[in-house]
């Protein structure tokens, strides 16, 4: 199983930038890619972003798309959310997960504790 731990979120003004950082650790080479997810108050949890350990290949929600980038770091087995102009509807808990294949789908089974970001405006 894979354990995952987020860091970076905090408090920023409107077209300010933050980075997020999510460390896996344990068995990290089941994954086949990994997510970014954020939950605002009173929402669902939606998706924001996604790689693949192996290619790199990246995938972004309309919401976020030319603002946020998602990458990683294999060695380190860390992925990062850039977020870049940053609006208040960006505010929301950011969470990160792993993604394994289960036959012939793919499911976000482990996730991280979260981390607040909050945008003001």
């Known amino acids: 199983q894979v354990q995952l731990v987020e860091s970076g979120g905090g408090l920023v003004q409107a077209g300010g930038s933050l980075r997020l950082s999510c460390a896996a650790s344990?068995?990290?080479?089941?994954?086949?890619?990994m997510g970014w997810f954020r939950q605002a108050p009173g929402k669902e949890r939606e998706f924001v972003a996604t790689i693949r350990w192996s290619g790199g290949s990246t995938y972004y929600a309309d919401s976020v798309k030319g603002r946020f980038t998602i990458s990683r770091n294999n060695a380190k087995n860390t992925v990062y959310l850039q977020m870049n102009s940053l609006k208040p509807e960006d505010t929301a808990v950011y969470y990160c997960?792993?993604?394994?294949?289960?036959?012939?789908?793919?499911?976000?089974?482990?996730w991280g504790q979260g981390t607040q970001v909050t945008v003001s405006s």
């Open positions: 997960a792993a993604r394994y294949a289960h036959g012939g789908t793919y499911k976000y089974d482990t």
């Open positions: 344990g068995r990290t080479f089941s994954s086949d890619a």
